[in-house]
């Protein structure tokens, strides 16, 4: 008798208290169910799901407790088919959602959810339990990051915010220089491995997976003028930067300048990656990200890092310049009125523009708590 | 207080040859306003150098903090403690 290939489901529920289902489910680093939740045990611990359909944009949701009284914290880094999802912190009560991108759902074979607990703790017990998973929930996700943005309150005036420390907090993910000149401009001198540099999405998708591993390869650098006795632009070919240098061709010895670059470029991915989890800034993007699967796609990379990323989307649309939109939780998007123009981008900057949308979104985030208020 | 003179004297070697200026003289005060060349640029070659020489690690926090030399040396001495 043949067998029967059963259609991919397209939400799936599991309930890990006693009577539940989650037995068809974990593999290994389970114990068995409490009255309504179950213990993952150890480092690792494995759920295999079944196939789920594609073609709809699914929402993983786990509900997860700490033990009580907490002991230490534990995070859960979080795998779904070998790739990275994101980290989940326990918070009692509170559910934790992650968007699975397209083409990461298995359609027509098991998925594995794989949870990674180098913490996993919990010292009055000798079993290691570590959290008290309650339900898991795989559910189509309809909603629209643009459906009803909520506008943060727009700040009239930015002479009482102390500018330089305001502009501090953010930090460039490159496409221009033009967040860069502009802190500059007002003093604030953010380290960051993007600040005056040019990436296209495609490659600033690849140096986020890849934490920009093996950016300071000599043999990958170069610094190039465009014109005799021009700036020096440096160009980094694994991760595709281009960047401003600030250094004219003939005044400096291009051959041990570029050995230090290569070096500040380690460093700089170093500070960059420890940015990013330890949430330590409002990342930008200015100008392309879009479309909302391209956004929520960003976002979600960044939150690989850290859960509480922060995206800050910058637009051009001279009706809303100054204008700040809360997406989502951490997502925000914000207008220019223009963009500067690539030929002359310092006397071209909406610094006015500018100033409003860091100070308001700064102030957000200062009633959050998410900064010291200004 | 000794050892931070200390710091401090080789600081102004470490300056010395990064800027390939014999002539700097470094004070607590001294600040990139003071150099000319200290730049964001420079200020990491900087950071590069004093983590290699005193086999110390600065976050991203500490790194963007340290505006003075002053910075540097209190720094430097709370990461030889």
């Known amino acids: 008798m043949n067998a029967i290939a059963l259609a991919p489901a397209t939400s799936l529920l599991v309930d890990f208290g006693h009577g539940g289902n989650s037995d068809a489910f974990t593999r290994e680093g389970w114990r068995g169910g409490e009255p309504r939740h179950r213990w993952s045990v150890g480092a690792r611990n494995v759920l295999v799901l079944p196939p789920l359909a594609g073609g709809r944009r699914l929402a993983l949701t786990v509900e997860c407790d700490p033990p009580h009284p907490p002991s230490v914290r534990q995070d859960l880094a979080l795998e779904f088919n070998g790739v990275a999802l994101g980290v989940l912190q326990p918070r009692r009560g509170v559910p934790q959602r992650f968007l699975l991108p397209d083409g990461l759902v298995n359609n027509a074979g098991d998925n594995t959810l794989v949870c990674l607990n180098p913490q996993f703790a919990n010292p009055a017990d000798a079993a290691k339990v570590a959290l008290a998973w309650r339900r898991l929930e795989v559910a189509p996700d309809d909603s629209t990051l643009f459906d009803q943005p909520e506008l943060l309150p727009e700040l009239k005036d930015v002479a009482a915010i102390p500018l330089q420390a305001v502009l501090g907090l953010y930090q460039s993910l490159g496409q221009n220089c033009e967040l860069g000149i502009f802190q500059r401009r007002y003093g604030a001198e953010p380290i960051g491995l993007l600040r005056f540099t040019s990436i296209f999405p495609d490659r600033l998708v690849h140096g986020l997976r890849a934490g920009f591993a093996g950016v300071e390869a000599a043999d990958q650098l170069s610094l190039v003028a465009a014109r005799p006795g021009g700036e020096l632009m440096g160009r980094q070919a694994s991760y595709g930067l281009s960047y401003h240098t600030f250094k004219l061709e003939g005044a400096v010895d291009v051959a041990a300048m570029k050995t230090k670059e290569a070096q500040r470029l380690g460093y700089l991915a170093r500070l960059f990656v420890e940015q990013l989890e330890n949430d330590e800034k409002i990342f930008v993007r200015r100008g392309d990200f879009e479309a909302e699967g391209e956004i929520r796609a960003l976002h979600q990379l960044l939150r ?3 859960p509480r990323a922060r995206l800050l989307l910058v637009q051009e649309a001279a009706e809303r310049a100054g204008r700040v939109e809360r997406l989502a939780p951490d997502l925000y998007r914000a207008y220019l009125s223009s ?7 310092p006397a071209t900057i909406a610094y006015e523009d500018w100033l409003k949308i860091c100070a308001t979104l700064y102030l957000d985030q200062a009633a959050l708590g998410r900064v010291a208020p200004a | 207080m000794h050892r931070q003179a200390d710091i401090l004297t080789e600081l102004t070697e470490l300056f010395r040859e990064i800027f390939v200026n014999d002539e700097i003289t470094l004070t607590p005060q001294t600040s990139a306003a003071d150099l000319p060349g200290w730049d964001s640029m420079k200020h990491i070659e900087i950071i590069i150098a004093i983590e290699q020489k005193y086999a110390i690690r600065f976050s991203s926090r500490q790194v963007e903090a340290l505006r003075s030399v ?12």
Request: net charge negative; proline share 5%.
């Open chain 1, 339 to 345: 963009f500067a123009d690539p030929a002359d981008v």
């Open chain 2, 70 to 81: 002053g910075d540097l040396v209190a720094a430097i001495d709370q990461k030889l403690t």
């Open chain 1, 304 to 306: 690989v890092y850290n």
